[in-house]
């Protein structure tokens, strides 16, 4: 009997062990399931912010809208590191490209679709000594002249005098890879200097008017301080300073002011040595690093996957569009294919027009953006329209829409043509003025004027714009938000109209609009520019067909409000 009676207890005990182990998983299981439940958006939020690449393409991912470096190497040195040493006199001291070096720093005998390159640019000087610093603006991008396409790199300064440039293969076949210096660390850091001391790189004027023979021009700048006696016209330029001198004919008052215009004229260093250095890349084919380097690539993808866009672009979410994952797309046979989504828009007149029946499409800006509207014309079969910078509307009556241009605020240099500055609008004021129930399309846009000035004050702007676009996006559902991101340019035949400073508007911008990009389209020009690389800051129009087709297919026909 105890034997029996011992067994049984034990028995007993174990079955109460495993009841009670089987009551403890499904406890734990059951808050397991609860706790994920409760706190689902965070943990997926946290999940987005985990890189999903491996170590070889670090500098190829940047997380969008976070704030957090993939890679504590930059693409440009910020300014205090730019100006660090002063004034270099020796131009023999500054980078030369025909002694700089490229070379593989992954190299294979053959590499497939997806596969990321890296390469070392290592520079030197005149002398041919190796530069120690950095601060120096590259243009790499992989080529195959015979196929016509072309896709874009990134270029990271290591301020070594070294940098790290990173491409992802995009097709089968042979690719170059080619790199041109665009401009020196020296040039730009002068550009700083002279913004300054006279807060633009260019002149800026004011012209005042009294009866029919009384006229003076002055000087006017965004910086106070750079003037004398001033007359303050920061209400005139919709609450952005902008400051000018007083007339010093005693006739002439602030109030006697009529139109603006500029000679397009730098301030010019005065030293020789410097001015030496300020033309050191005023030569349109002169900087290309002799050591082009050639790949083969094959179809297969081995371990990595090529995703296929199968989203097409106008249904792409906006969130999408602020990823800093390159390249955006690839240039083939003049045709952008973009890497983010498919390109379902025909680009014709009919579906064009289809998408802007009943609507109103808003492209404000600079020259630049209105070569936008000019191709809108070219494929529309509609008439040219003029090349001033009054404002402009585009009207369509059978099939009801519009397509309106004005010129943004300043600074924006007019050149010698005289206009009135009431032309000119910030375009938070268009944002302000929309009604709740508008269905416009509203493509923000501010570059090329503001590579003059320094990037405070592109950021300025760039704020007043965002709370305005906050306001218009929570009392008016129906309107479609776009950003016009900057496009790259290289020889402008303007010295000082540099692209370089788009690295830094990129940047500003995703930073500014961060809170409202699930609501706003950005539309990332730069490695498309980058792999074609115009050679001035108006793009010949074949070019600009081919970027206003990629913001129609964004566009046109998006969803209301769409937010996934």
Known sequence: MPLVKAGYNLTSQLSRTRSAFVALCILTVTVTVVFIWRNRPRLEDNFRKVRLIDTTEAHIVIEPNTQREVSNVPRYLNEANMTKGGKRRDTKKCTNAHRSTMTLLNPQPLYRLGDVIKVEINTYNYYGEKQTVGGDFFRLWMEN???KVAVAGDVFDNNNGSYTGVLRVQWSGMGRIRCFLERRREELAMFYSIMAEHGALWQLKREFVWGFWVKESTSCSMLRNRLGDI????????????YCEKPKNTLLGCNSFSQSWSPNKAYLPKETQQRDIYYLSSKPDNDFLLSSLQ????????????????????????KCTWQRKHPVGVIHRTKWKPTLCLDTLESTARAYRQC???????????????????????????????????????????????VLWFAHEFPLFHGVGRYSPLYNRAQHILLESLPNNTMDIVVLYLYVHFNLVHPNIYRQHVQRLVRAAKSLLERAP??????????????????????????IYTDILHEEFSSVSHRVVYIDYWDMTV???PDHIHPKMSMVKTMVHYMMSLLCHRRVGNTT
């Open 145 to 147: 002249t015979e196929d």
């Open 295 to 318: 790949i083969t690539s094959k179809m297969e993808t081995g371990n990595k996957k090529i995703d296929t866009p199968k989203t097409p672009c106008s249904q792409l979410p906006p």
């Open 356 to 402: 802007l029946r009943n609507r109103r499409l808003w492209i404000p800006g600079d020259s630049t953006s209105r070569q936008f509207k000019a191709s809108l014309h070219e494929t529309l079969n509609l008439q040219r329209p003029s090349n001033d910078l009054n404002p402009q509307v585009l009207e369509d009556k059978p099939d009801n829409f519009s």
């Open 531 to 533: 792999a074609l690389g």
């Open 478 to 503: 129906g309107v479609t938000l776009a950003v016009r991101g900057p496009f790259a340019y290289y020889r402008n035949p303007a010295q000082e109209l540099v692209s370089y400073w788009g690295l």
């Open 231 to 242: 007359c303050n016209f920061t209400s005139l330029n919709d609450g952005f300073p902008w």
